[in-house]
Nanobody
Framework: VQLQAFGGGLVQAGGSLRLSCAAS????????MDWYRQGPGKQRELVGT???????NYTDSVKGRFIVSRDNVRRSVHLQMTSLKPEDTAVYFC?????????WGQGTQVTVSS
């Protein structure tokens, strides 16, 4: 299983970014996909989840600002981030749990300037 995340960058507070994660080596459409993040000096936290059926769930701090979506044809998962805040600064990772193993993408840096 390989996950490759991209799309991070530097953005001003209030701005938007769209992260993408390309997945291979798994039956993508059957799996729940997640986005995590790890800010400076912080533990990694779950940001959002999308099930195989397209149901989503978010951590409270991003509700109403972030949207997780998936494209089963292109085997990709996306994180649309709007109204970004400096506290959203983190390395963002895509993740899948498959047959008892956690698989992580390499992470993409998002920096939000005030």
């Amino acid at each position: 299983v390989q996950l490759q995340a991209f799309g991070g960058g530097l953005v001003q507070a209030g701005g938007s970014l769209r992260l993408s994660c390309a997945a291979s080596g798994l039956n993508f459409r059957l799996n729940t996909m997640d986005w995590y993040r790890q800010g400076p000096g912080k533990q990694r936290e779950l940001v959002g989840t999308i099930t195989s059926g397209g149901n989503t769930n978010y951590t409270d701090s991003v509700k109403g600002r972030f949207i997780v979506s998936r494209d089963n044809v292109r085997r990709s998962v996306h994180l649309q981030m709007t109204s970004l805040k400096p506290e959203d600064t983190a390395v963002y990772f895509c993740h899948v749990w498959l047959r008892g193993i956690d698989y992580w993408g390499q992470g993409t840096q998002v920096t939000v300037s005030s």
